[in-house]
């Protein structure tokens, strides 16, 4: 009788996108913060809440991210969507939010968080 061992590699997957590590963040910061130190999704990330939030502080903090980059982050943020840009309405903050992704893009694909 032959035992094979097998060694488990914990591979993490990257975000696709900076929209897709951004939603992630608040989503996974609002669990947190809602229940304690849950596991939010089976997939491993190759960073945590706190590197993309430092990330974030850090972009700010060089005058990168403007307060209304950061606002319009955070509002549609937490309506888990992008605004859009053919919407009159949505259209200052469509190129705001491009804007902001196409930074954090930068930053995070420098650090391997996205492809």
């Not at 999704?41 to 993309?52: A, F, G, W």
């Not at 309405?89 to 492809?115: C, D, F, P």
Request: hydrophobic share 40%.
């Amino acid at each position: 009788m032959t035992q094979t061992n097998t060694i488990a590699i914990n591979v993490s997957e990257k975000f696709q996108n900076a929209e897709q590590m951004w939603f992630w963040f608040l989503y996974s910061k609002s669990v947190r913060n809602n229940f304690g130190h849950m596991r939010v999704s089976p997939t491993r990330r190759p960073c945590e809440l706190v590197d993309i939030e430092t990330m974030i502080t850090k972009l700010y903090l060089s005058g990168k991210l403007t307060d209304e980059q950061l606002a319009v982050m955070k509002k549609f943020g937490d309506r888990r969507r992008a605004p859009h840009q053919y919407i009159w309405a949505e259209n200052r903050a469509a190129a705001q939010w491009n804007s902001a992704m196409k930074t954090i893009y930068e930053s995070a694909h420098k650090l391997g968080w996205v492809e």
